[in-house]
């Protein structure tokens, strides 16, 4: 199974990561964690007021195992509206939890977002579901979006269009026993046109696709 899943992130990666005129990407920023929590209630005489609650610091996936405590992505407000900014608000957020998926194995936002006739999209779920069962992990493939753009026109296929430069991290793929399966280098940053609507309140992705030249 293994096997049949790294080809299938091969695929994905030659879909949403291959060679643009774009430059090249940055190493993605670390996530910051929550600040401390303290408690508001106020001490009542002779006892002592409450220890502050840090939360729970995240690490990234290695050859040691799977990432721990990931910040979940927080759709921004921008996203929420059918507006230019809005549309590319979301654009970044969709990306924003694909790389959360490849860290956790949870593809179940990118499934409430993304039609199922999206090949890529599907390729990609695929292999981070393969990747997070049965014990096995991955480390890497965290991804981030250095630029994003759109005309906010509706296409004749009545989508709006989204001009997205992809950068991706270098992959590790490990087996449950904590050997490593194989590693994949960092892609070229890509060049992707993402197909969506807005409908029910909410932006909806219908098909992702590489933009070729």
């Known amino acids: 199974m293994p ?3 790294s080809a299938a992130a091969a695929l994905f ?3 949403l990561v291959g060679t643009t005129a774009c430059s090249g990407g940055q190493s ?3 996530p910051t964690t929550a600040a401390p929590v303290e408690s508001t209630a106020s001490a009542s005489p002779g006892t002592t007021s409450a220890t502050p609650t840090a939360a729970p610091a995240y690490k990234p996936a290695d050859a040691s195992g799977r990432a721990q405590n990931v910040p979940v992505p927080v759709l921004p407000e921008a996203a929420k509206a059918e507006t230019k900014e809005g549309l590319e608000a979301f654009a970044k957020y969709w990306f924003e939890v694909l790389s959360y998926g490849y860290e956790t194995g949870d593809v179940s936002r990118l499934d409430a977002m993304t039609s199922v006739d999206c090949r890529s999209c599907e390729k990609a779920k695929a292999v981070i579901s393969g990747w997070h069962a049965e014990g096995r992990w991955l480390a890497g493939g965290r ?3 250095p630029s994003v753009s759109t005309t906010f026109r ?3 296929d009545g989508n709006y269009q ?3 430069q992809v950068s991706q991290s270098a992959i590790s793929y490990y087996n ?3 050997s490593l399966f194989r590693s994949d280098p960092k892609p070229d940053d890509s060049g992707n046109l993402m197909l969506a609507v807005f409908r029910q309140g909410a932006w909806f992705v219908n098909n992702i696709q590489r933009i070729v030249g």
């Open 143 to 145: 991804t981030q979006t």
């Open 13 to 15: 990666l030659a879909a």
């Open 3 to 5: 096997r049949r899943l």
């Open 154 to 156: 509706v296409a004749p």
């Open 28 to 30: 993605p920023p670390a």
């Open 162 to 164: 989204v001009a997205i």
């Open 176 to 178: 449950a026993d904590g």
